[in-house]
C-alpha cells in the first residue's frame, strides 16, 4: 500500500458530502440545481492545495489537470450528481477517490507526474431532471442526440437548454466539449457495483467487462374481445394467454444466453375488464448482453417465440423497437491491469459486466482505452438512501483504484 495515500481521508470527505448535500431521504444532488453547484463549488475548494488547473467545459463537465511532463494524459472520471434520494456513494465515491488519488500522485512525483492527470467530473450522468442520462459524458464523445436533447424538458416545462443556459452552458455548442479527450491515452472510473454480484461472491472488489448492450421493445398480440361467460374454452382468441407463455420464456432465453438478462417490465390488455377475453395484450421486454451476437440471439428466439405462441393461441403479433444501445466492452490490458491491481490489494479478483450504463461507456465509445473498478455494495441496491459499502471496502477500493492508476500509467509510458 502507498503510504501516500490515505483512503480514511476519501471515507471522511464522502461523509462530509452527504452531511451537507442530503437529507433524512438520501442525496440531493440533481443535476444543474442549487445543491449540485453547491457541491461543485466544495469540490474545487478540496482541490485548491493542488496545482491543478481547474475548468468547465463546453458541455458543463468539470476538469481538473495535472500536468505532467508529457501531454498524453490518464482520465480519472466520476459524477457528483445523484439522482433525488439517491445514495451517498453512486458517483462521488469515483471523484472523491480521484482526488486523493491526485494527493499522492502530486506528493510522489513533486508535482509534476511522467504524463497528465486529469480528474473528471461529468455533468448529469443520472438524468433525473430530464430523464435522459450521460449528458456531460455523451456530448463529449459526440453520441449526444443534439434533436432529442433540445426538446427535452423537466417536470416543471424547463427546456434542457434554458437549465443549461442558468448555469453558463450554450446547448448549441455541448459537442465542443469533445476536445477535451484529444490527448486521453486511458480512461479510469470506480463506482459501487449497484447489483448484487459481488456481495453473493464475498468478494470487496471487481473488474467490469464492460457494459450490455440493451434491446428495449413493445410486444402486442392482437386477439378478439369476447363474452367471458358465452364463449367456450376452445373459441377464444386470448391475446393475454398468448403473451404470458412469454414470461416463463424470457427466463429460459436468458439462461441458455450465458449472462444475459431479460425483463417483462410492463403488461396492459384491452379491454381490460373482468366480463371480456383479452383482445390486445402489450408487453415491453427488455434483453441486455455484453455480447453483441448473444444480444441478437436472445432477441431472435424472442421473436421466434413470440410467432409460436401467436400460432398456437390463433391470435397475431407485432413488435416495436423502443430503443436499442450496442454493448460497450473495455479495453483487454487494462482489464488485466485492474485484476492485477485488485489481486495485489485483496487477494482474489471476480469479472463482471455491468449492467447499469455508467459515463464509461461513453469514453469507451469515443475510442478512450477504457475500464471500471466495482466495489461490493451492501444490500445490492442503489439509487435509494439505503444504498452502503462497508468502510474498509471503501478504504480497499482506494486503494486498488490507485494500483490500477499507477499501473495504467506505467501502460501509457510504454506505449
Ligand atoms: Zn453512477
Given at each position: 500500500m502507498n503510504s501516500m495515500l490515505n483512503p480514511k481521508r476519501t471515507v471522511a470527505e464522502l461523509k462530509e458530502l452527504r452531511a451537507f448535500t442530503g437529507d433524512e431521504n438520501g442525496a440531493?444532488?440533481?443535476?444543474?440545481?442549487p445543491v449540485w453547484t453547491k457541491t461543485r463549488a466544495w469540490l474545487r475548494e478540496k482541490l485548491k492545495t493542488l496545482p491543478v488547473e481547474m475548468h468547465t467545459d463546453a458541455a458543463g463537465n468539470f476538469w481538473a489537470t495535472l500536468r505532467g511532463?508529457?501531454?498524453n494524459a490518464l482520465l480519472i472520471g466520476g459524477h457528483m450528481d445523484s439522482v433525488?434520494?439517491?445514495?451517498?456513494?453512486?458517483g462521488c465515491l469515483n471523484v472523491l477517490a480521484g482526488v486523493e488519488i491526485l494527493r499522492r500522485i502530486n506528493a510522489q512525483y513533486n508535482g509534476t507526474p511522467p504524463i497528465t492527470i486529469r480528474l473528471v467530473d461529468w455533468?448529469?450522468?443520472?438524468?433525473?431532471?430530464?430523464?435522459?442520462?450521460?449528458f456531460g459524458s455523451s456530448a463529449c464523445s459526440g453520441n449526444l442526440d443534439m434533436n432529442e436533447a433540445r426538446g427535452l424538458k423537466d417536470k416543471d416545462g424547463i427546456k434542457l437548454p434554458e437549465a443549461l443556459e442558468e448555469i453558463g452552458v450554450d446547448f448549441e455548442r455541448?459537442?465542443?466539449?469533445?476536445?477535451?479527450?484529444?490527448?486521453?491515452a486511458a480512461y479510469l472510473e470506480l463506482h459501487i457495483?449497484?447489483?448484487p454480484v459481488l456481495l453473493d461472491l464475498d468478494l470487496p472488489l471487481g473488474t467490469v467487462l464492460g457494459t450490455f448492450g440493451v434491446e428495449r421493445h413493445a410486444i402486442t398480440f392482437h386477439g378478439q374481445a369476447a363474452h367471458s361467460g358465452s364463449t367456450p374454452m376452445n373459441r377464444r382468441k386470448d391475446a393475454f394467454l398468448a403473451a404470458s407463455k412469454m414470461s416463463a420464456e424470457v427466463y429460459r432465453i436468458a439462461e441458455r444466453s450465458g449472462n444475459g438478462v431479460c425483463t417483462i417490465g410492463s403488461c396492459t390488455t384491452k379491454p381490460?375488464?373482468?366480463?371480456s377475453v383479452v383482445e390486445e395484450c402489450r408487453i415491453t421486454l427488455d434483453q441486455r448482453h455484453l455480447d453483441s451476437v448473444a444480444l441478437a440471439k436472445m432477441l431472435s428466439e424472442a421473436r421466434a417465440a413470440s410467432e409460436q405462441f401467436a400460432r398456437e393461441g390463433n391470435v397475431s403479433v407485432s413488435w416495436e423497437r423502443l430503443w436499442q444501445i450496442a454493448p460497450r466492452p473495455f479495453n483487454e490490458a487494462l482489464i488485466d491491469l485492474c485484476d492485477e491491481a485488485i489481486r495485489e490489494t485483496c487477494g482474489k479478483a471476480h469479472r463482471l459486466p455491468s449492467g447499469p450504463l455508467h459515463d464509461a461507456a461513453e469514453v469507451a465509445a469515443a475510442g478512450v482505452p477504457t475500464v471500471m473498478m466495482f466495489v461490493q455494495s451492501l444490500h445490492g441496491i442503489?439509487?435509494?438512501?439505503i444504498e452502503d459499502t462497508r468502510e474498509d471496502h471503501l478504504e480497499l477500493c482506494v486503494h486498488a483504484f490507485d494500483k490500477l492508476t499507477e499501473k495504467t500509467m506505467r501502460w501509457i509510458m510504454r506505449a
Open positions: 440531493q444532488r440533481i443535476a444543474f440545481t511532463e508529457s501531454e433525488p434520494n439517491g445514495g451517498w456513494l453512486d455533468a448529469d450522468e443520472e438524468g433525473a431532471r430530464f430523464g435522459k442520462s450521460l455541448v459537442k465542443d466539449s469533445g476536445k477535451e479527450l484529444k490527448n486521453a457495483e449497484q447489483g381490460g375488464i373482468v366480463t442503489s439509487h435509494n438512501k
